[in-house]
């Protein structure tokens, strides 16, 4: 199999990147995460990326060529998949258009519902039955691009923000690998 290039951006924990660090060294997972890209240089993420020996890149989002900059290396990489994993910037709609369709996030709750932040304290205050997380394609607007894949759990009447917090990253560690396997090998 012929695995494809991607990059994987993250601003903070990098939960998301290790899990997907895992699933790509299994030999039959379609893609190689051959960069990791950061706009906050003190992001704990970036150890997954020093751990496994992936390059990374730690972009000043002040800097208006800071995009240009990401166009070089991609090019340099040959990416071919960008995975946000926690990527707290927006992405100019220059930017999603030139990669277009092959720009994917995860967010955690059951999109179309509960978009942007905040999400748990949102379903907590709705009394929602059941959450989740979603994997969608990304588009120039906010966590509205095609839904590739979701995992749902069920919400008990013990559960609070962190419970919740720590539920829907149990499944997002899954959910994000298995679209990755929908998107390339089905
Ligand atoms: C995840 O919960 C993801 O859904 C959201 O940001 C969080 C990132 O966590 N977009 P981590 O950095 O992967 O640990």
């Not at 967010?107 to 709705?126: A, C, D, E, Q, V």
Request: glycine letters at 4%.
């Amino acid at each position: 199999m012929v695995k494809k290039n991607c990059c994987v951006f993250i601003s903070g924990t990098g939960t998301n990147l290790k899990a997907l660090i895992h699933s790509s060294r299994n030999y039959n997972f379609p893609i190689n995460i051959k960069l990791v890209i950061s706009n906050r240089r003190n992001s704990t993420g970036l150890m997954y990326a020093k751990k496994y020996s992936i390059p990374y890149t730690v972009l000043d989002t002040k800097n208006n060529l800071h995009e240009k900059r990401i166009f070089n290396e991609f090019k340099e990489k040959k990416i071919d998949l960008i995975c946000l994993a926690g990527y707290m910037k927006i992405l100019s709609k220059n930017f999603i258009n030139n990669f277009n369709g092959n720009i994917i996030n995860i967010h955690p709750s059951l999109l179309p519902k509960y978009k942007g932040t905040n999400t748990f304290k949102r379903i907590m205050k709705n009394q929602e039955k059941i959450t989740g997380c979603t994997v969608h394609f990304v588009n120039d607007k906010l966590d509205s691009g095609k839904v590739i894949l979701n995992k749902t759990f069920e919400i008990n009447s013990k559960d609070n923000e962190i419970s919740l917090k720590r539920k829907t990253q149990v499944c997002e560690y899954q959910a994000y690998s298995r679209a990755i396997v929908k998107l390339y090998m089905y």
